[in-house]
C-alpha cells in the first residue's frame, strides 16, 4: 500500500556538519531527496542538533551553520521541497512538494538566552526538545539528571512554544522533567521515542509516561533505533512492531506516528535502513492493521493532534 509518510526526526543537518554532499542523492544520507520520493515522505523534520562536546562558544555557530544547510541544500524550489513554517502550510503542499519541518534537538546553544528563541521560531523551527542526552540551562537530561527537572528558562521556553503553537519534545528528558513538560506545556510530542516495557533504554517512555501521553492527546513516534528496539541483538520490522502494539494496547493507537531517527544511527533495522524505505514497515503493519490505522500511523494521527 503506498500512503503518504511523516517522519518527525532526523540528523541531516548534524551530517552536514562533518560532510557538505549533494542532498540529491548522496549516499551517505540515508534521508536525501530521491530517497524521500521513493519512501513517499510527504513531511520530513530536520533536526538542528549540536554536538555536546565542542565548546561553548562553537555551539550557536553550529546551529546557524546547520540553518544555513536547511536552507541552501534541503528547501530548494529546484526540489520541490518546502519549509513548512506555520503547521497550516501542510495542507497546501502540492502533490509533488515535500514539507520540510526545522526542529531543535537540545537548546544548549541559546545559551539561556530567551532572545534566542524568538530569532529561531523566526527561521521556522516548529518543535523544541529541551534537551539531548546531557543537562543544560532549560532542564535535565535522561542521562544527565541533576535533579532540577524544567528549570525556570526552560519554563519560559515552553511558555513561548504554547503561545507559539510549537510542540515541546519530550523523547530526550529526564524523568522528572518529562512530568513537568506534561504539567507545563499545551503542545506535547515523543518525536522519537519506543515503549521501556519491551526495551529497558533510558531513552524509552515508561508505561506510566506512556498512559499519561495518551491522556494528554500527545504524538508518540516510534523510532527506528535498533538500541531502543529489541535488547543484544540484531533489530528487526516485525520487533518495532511489537512496540507499536504495545503503545496502542495502552490506548494510544491514534498517537501513534513515525520518527526514524535516520542519519542520527549507524546500525538499522533490517530491510529498514533509510527513507526509501518505509514501505517495508507499511506493508508489514498491513498484516496486522487496517488500512484507515496504518493511514493513522503514517500520516493521520499527526496531522489530526497538530495545534491549531
Given amino acids: 500500500?503506498?500512503?503518504p509518510i511523516i517522519d518527525l526526526h532526523c540528523d541531516v543537518l548534524y551530517k552536514y556538519e562533518k560532510q557538505e554532499v549533494d542532498f540529491v542523492n548522496a549516499t551517505q544520507l540515508d534521508v536525501n531527496l530521491q530517497n524521500l520520493r521513493q519512501g513517499n515522505v510527504k513531511v520530513q523534520a530536520f533536526a538542528i542538533f549540536i554536538q555536546p562536546t565542542i565548546p561553548k562558544a562553537e555551539k550557536i555557530k553550529s546551529a546557524l551553520r546547520q540553518l544555513y544547510y536547511f536552507k541552501t541544500h534541503v528547501v530548494r524550489p529546484e526540489n520541490k521541497v518546502v519549509h513548512i513554517k506555520n503547521w497550516s502550510d501542510i495542507e497546501r503542499l502540492q502533490d509533488d512538494e515535500i514539507g520540510a519541518v526545522l526542529t531543535i534537538e537540545g537548546v544548549d546553544f541559546l545559551e539561556g538566552d530567551i532572545k534566542m528563541w524568538h530569532l529561531f521560531r523566526e527561521f521556522g523551527v516548529l518543535s523544541i526538545g529541551l534537551t539531548w542526552n546531557n543537562a543544560n540551562e532549560a532542564a535535565d537530561g535522561?542521562?544527565?539528571d541533576l535533579g532540577r527537572g524544567v528549570t525556570?528558562?526552560?519554563?519560559?521556553?515552553?511558555?513561548?512554544?504554547?503561545?507559539?503553537?510549537?510542540?515541546?519534545d519530550v523523547s530526550h528528558l529526564s524523568e522528572q522533567s518529562f512530568w513537568d513538560v506534561l504539567e507545563l506545556a499545551d503542545y506535547v510530542i515523543a518525536s522519537h521515542s519506543n515503549a521501556k516495557a519491551l526495551c529497558s533504554h533510558r531513552r524509552n517512555l515508561n508505561d506510566e509516561q506512556i498512559k499519561a501521553m495518551v491522556a494528554k492527546k500527545a504524538p508518540i513516534h516510534i523510532?527506528?533505533?535498533?538500541?531502543?528496539?529489541v535488547e543484544k541483538r540484531e533489530a528487526t520490522i516485525a520487533d518495532l512492531i511489537k512496540h507499536i502494539d504495545h503503545i496502542?494496547?495502552?490506548g494510544g493507537k491514534n498517537l501513534i506516528g513515525f520518527g526514524s531517527d535516520f542519519d542520527g544511527i549507524n546500525e538499522k533495522v533490517k530491510h529498514l535502513a533509510n527513507a526509501s524505505q518505509h514501505f517495508n514497515l507499511v506493508n508489514e503493519l498491513m498484516k496486522?492493521?487496517?488500512e484507515d490505522e496504518v493511514r493513522g500511523f503514517t500520516y493521520?494521527?499527526?496531522l489530526n493532534h497538530l495545534p491549531k
Fill in 223 to 229: 523510532v527506528y533505533c535498533p538500541m531502543f528496539i
Fill in 152 to 168: 525556570a528558562f526552560g519554563q519560559e521556553i515552553i511558555q513561548l512554544n504554547n503561545a507559539h503553537k510549537v510542540f515541546t
Fill in 248 to 250: 496502542c494496547a495502552l
Fill in 300 to 302: 493521520q494521527n499527526f
Fill in 142 to 144: 535522561v542521562e544527565e
Fill in 288 to 290: 496486522y492493521y487496517s
Fill in 1 to 3: 500500500m503506498k500512503v
